[in-house]
């Protein structure tokens, strides 16, 4: 099960970091990765990070703004976003990935998602 938190109400230029807690004891045998879905629109990747965190990825969107990292020790990984936008606003869903034969930037590629958490950054 993930926990998906720390969300709210930001203005533009503000920061976040968001927090996503897994219950079990295989955290790490997952990839975890993080993805946003504005109204109207389909969910889309944010970042991902490997198992043991030595492997990183963004969407170009993001890149040089967010920081994801993991603690394994807490089955946690966070996501930290500076620099915020407006265009930035979504439900953020952190997502585990045992790993398959989708790309990591595809949906289909994990197997649990957490409940989502609310970023709203205003202008």
């Known amino acids: 099960q993930l926990q998906a938190y720390g969300g709210g109400l930001v203005q533009a230029g503000g920061s976040l970091r968001l927090s996503c807690a897994a219950s079990g004891r295989t955290f790490s045998s997952y990839a975890m990765g993080w993805f946003r879905q504005a109204p109207g629109k389909e969910r889309e990747f944010v970042a991902v990070i490997s198992r043991s965190g030595s492997i990183i990825y963004y969407a170009d969107s993001v890149n040089g703004r967010f920081t994801i990292s993991r603690d394994n020790a807490k089955n946690t990984v966070y996501l930290q976003m500076n620099s915020l936008k407006p265009e930035n606003t979504a439900v953020y869903y952190c997502?585990?990935?045992?790993?398959?034969?989708?790309?990591?930037?595809?949906?289909?590629?994990?197997?649990?998602w957490g409940q989502g958490t609310q970023v709203t950054v205003s202008s």
């Open positions: 997502a585990a990935d045992r790993g398959g034969s989708y790309s990591h930037t595809d949906t289909r590629e994990y197997d649990y």
